[in-house]
Each structure stands twice: as structure tokens, then as C-alpha cells.
């Protein structure tokens, strides 16, 4: 028996230097199936980004049209950068029943959740707070200042993981996309989020 | 890293014929630090079945004092019999960080979730009411009359799914199991089974 629900929205999000690009790379690599959403952004992009595949990369104009659109599910300035995610492709694909990831900061995360609660909120931490200052420092195309925001933010960010639904460390890349999959699965079997019509289909199937 | 939670307390249930005595079995050769609670009755042993090991076989005399000493989790009458969770073994497991494992009637079920909201309620779905009644009829030890009262007793179930959290149907054994795993995994990363003296620990460590 094969019962269609409406695709999962995961968010994967956590504070920079948290990891969440290799987590997202690996659980896509092992999960064909489950659809990426590319984000929109105003930042320049890095040595070998790409735009259309790691990001869409628009001026800060086009930006802001889609933005009077209401073309965003979320969107933010980050770092004195905009970033969203197209509010149209998610939403068609949920619609059709396929489960979407977002990767994305911890500003946007919550404003997806907040317009669609049946999104599946996830708070991907580093092993402790010295280790993702390690990382952000390890980051070679920041600057200082830019550096010491981003573990500021980190801090604030850590002291609302309460608003997530749930809370990954990644210590070790592959045991953190483990217990991802597990955590999509056992959302699937939820009570809530099968309907009466889809039970009652179910029993007499 | 190694976080101590309080014990997850698993509450297998389902009606009559849904294959929760097997699904419960497999599971715990699978995960021998399963803590698997034995439940008392005043029902008599069938064949093959152990006092101390399948049951707590008590007389409905001790059964009644072990009531009123406020000895169950939850208790219940079910076809006649008395069934109970006995209370000082399961609570003493959870503090302790061991997971326990229940497989009780919908009736207790609601009542230890009731009692304990942290417990993770599952409900444990035949493929088909079709296939719910073959798989009562084919139980031997049985009455026509106690036949008809199960079926009976598991559709008033099955419209109480509502109050469970997790839905799994048993179509294959081996699979049921393994979504059954999957949720012990999710619930472990829940962001509410994590107190703040915990999170910060984490962080600091």
C-alpha cells in the first residue's frame, strides 16, 4: 500500500560554520529523490559557484521586485546581503508529494515555519562553540570583522534552538544524515498528517 | 559526545490482530537495551506462555490490592480479564535513561500517555480491516462470541488514531520494525527532550 501525503518541507538550518552545506551535499547525494530548493541571493558568488545550480544570483532590483511579488517563502539580509527561497517551485512540489529540502540561515528557517508549520524544523549544531569558531575561522574569505559576526550571530542564533523541532549535532558528517533520513521517516508516519479520507482509503484498501 | 536523556518510553498499541506481540518481539531481538515491560493479568495462561516472562499471571485478588496500592501505570478490564503496567519498574528504567518499551491495549495506551506525555504513542495498523478480521479468525483460542467483540473493539480503535502520534502499518514485519526504529532515532533528536542545563553542557563541551 503506497499512500500519497503531501511532500515534506525539511529546513535544515544552524548557525555558519554549523556544517549544513556538507550535511545537505551528502543527504542529496544519497536521497535523488528529494527535491532541492536553489536560493535567490544578492551576494556575489564564490570561487566556484555557480548560478542556477548553488545559487540563483540576482541584482539587488530584481531582487527586490520578487520581493513586491510575493515571490519569496522567506527572505532575508544577512551580512548586508539578500538572500530567498522562490515561493512558487516548493510549493508545486509539495503539492505533487515531494519531499523538499531547504539549507538555509537561521533568520529565513523560522520564517518558513512560521508561514507553513507542517515544515519539519532542523537545528544543525557543531560539537561544541569552539569548534565553530575554529570553522568560521578556517574560512578563508571573510574578514575579521566578518568573522566576529558570524560568531556573534551564532550566539544568538544557539539560544533559539527552542522554536526547532529538532536538533542534530554534527559531529561526524555521515552519522548526522543518518539520523536525518530517520527523522523523515518517522515523520511520515505521523497521525498528523494523515487525513480521515486518506485512513479511511487505507482500512478498506 | 554522549547525552544522558531521561529513558524514552515507547508505547507499542493497536487493536486485536494488528501483529503487535510479533512486531514487538522482532524489535526487541534487534535492540536487546529495549527495556520491555511485562504486564500483569488476571487472565489464565495460554499454551506455551510463562508467568514472570510472557505475563504476571496474578490472581484477580492480588490484582485488585496492587490497584488501590496505586501499583499500575495503567490497568484496565479487557474481555472479563484484568490487564496492568506495573508502575516502580517502568519509572525507575526512564530515570535511569533506559528506553522501555510497552505493548498494551488502545485502552491502557491512552492512559499511560495520559499519565505521561513524553511517551511516544504508536499505533500499530493491520494492511486492511479485511485482513484484521482473517487475522483474528485465524487465533484458535477464541469463542465465536470473543471474536466478534474484538472486531467490534478494534474499529471503535481505529477511529481513536487521532489520539496517537505515530501511525505504522504492519504490511511486513521487518519493515514495521524498522520505522519503528527510525522514530526511536527522531525522538532522540527532538529540540523538547533537551534541557537547557543540557544544551548548554553541549555547547561547552
Redesign the interface.
Known amino acids: ?1 503506497r499512500l500519497v501525503h503531501p511532500g515534506l518541507l525539511l529546513i535544515v538550518s544552524g548557525p555558519s560554520g554549523c556544517g549544513k552545506g556538507t550535511v545537505c551535499d551528502l543527504l542529496r547525494k544519497r536521497n535523488p529523490n528529494l527535491a532541492y530548493s536553489i536560493s535567490a541571493t544578492t551576494r556575489r558568488a564564490r570561487p566556484g559557484e555557480r548560478d542556477g545550480i548553488d545559487y540563483l544570483f540576482l541584482t539587488p532590483d530584481d531582487f527586490q521586485h520578487q520581493v513586491e511579488q510575493d515571490g519569496f517563502l522567506e527572505w532575508a539580509r544577512v551580512f548586508g546581503h539578500f538572500y530567498g527561497t522562490p515561493r512558487a517551485w516548493v510549493e508545486e512540489c509539495l503539492e505533487t508529494g515531494k519531499d523538499v529540502l531547504l539549507e538555509i540561515d537561521p533568520q529565513g528557517a523560522l520564517q518558513v515555519k512560521a508561514g507553513y508549520p507542517a515544515g519539519i524544523l532542523l ?1 544543525l ?1 557543531p ?3 569552539s569548534e565553530l569558531e575554529n570553522r568560521i575561522n578556517r574560512r578563508g574569505t571573510e574578514s575579521a570583522e566578518e568573522k566576529a559576526q558570524r560568531l556573534k550571530a551564532a550566539e544568538r542564533e ?1 539560544a533559539q ?2 522554536y ?6 554534527n ?1 561526524k558528517v555521515e552519522q548526522a544524515v543518518l ?1 536525518i ?3 523523515l ?3 511520515r ?3 498528523d498528517r ?1 487525513s480521515k479520507q486518506k ?1 479511511k482509503a ?4
Chains 1, 2 share one sequence.
Open positions: 500500500m537545528f549544531l560539537p561544541s562553540l544557539i534552538i527552542r526547532y523541532d529538532y536538533l542534530v549535532v559531529d539520523t533520513e530517520a527523522i521517516q518517522a515523520e508516519s505521523r497521525v494523515y485512513l487505507m482500512l478498506e484498501g
